[in-house]
């Protein structure tokens, strides 16, 4: 719904399309929302970001996408960050509620 919005609102007050476009990843419903409906339009750039926490060599981020490797959670494939053994790390975050340690499938 919100990149239904947003092109409908740029449309209106620029006559056009966004050029870039930049939302948060980690469980991809901020950005899946966003992007949906630009994904198909090549001349708008679309910017994941994601949690850099207190610094990626730091050990307390939520950088799946920069510092994760492929595992598999709850049967789903995705980035995760995960330890010698492949046990999942919990990501660093200051959010209000749930933080889950999957990169969204949209994401991936």
């Excluded at 609102?9 to 929302?33: F, H, I, R």
């Excluded at 990626?56 to 492929?70: A, I, M, N, R, Y």
Aim: aromatic residues 6%; contains cysteine.
């Amino acid at each position: 719904m919100i990149g239904k919005e947003t092109r409908t609102q740029a449309l209106e007050k620029w006559g056009g399309k966004p050029d870039v476009l930049v939302a948060c990843v980690g469980t991809g419903s901020n950005a899946l929302g966003l992007f949906h409906e630009f994904v198909d339009d090549e001349d708008v750039r679309l910017i994941g970001v994601e949690g850099g926490g207190l610094g990626l060599e730091s050990g307390k981020h939520s950088s799946t996408l920069s510092k994760g490797e492929v595992g598999v959670y709850h049967g789903a494939i995705s980035y995760l960050l995960q330890d010698q053994h492949g046990q999942i790390i919990h990501p660093h975050s200051i959010a209000a509620g749930s933080v889950i340690q999957i990169l969204g499938l949209f994401s991936v």
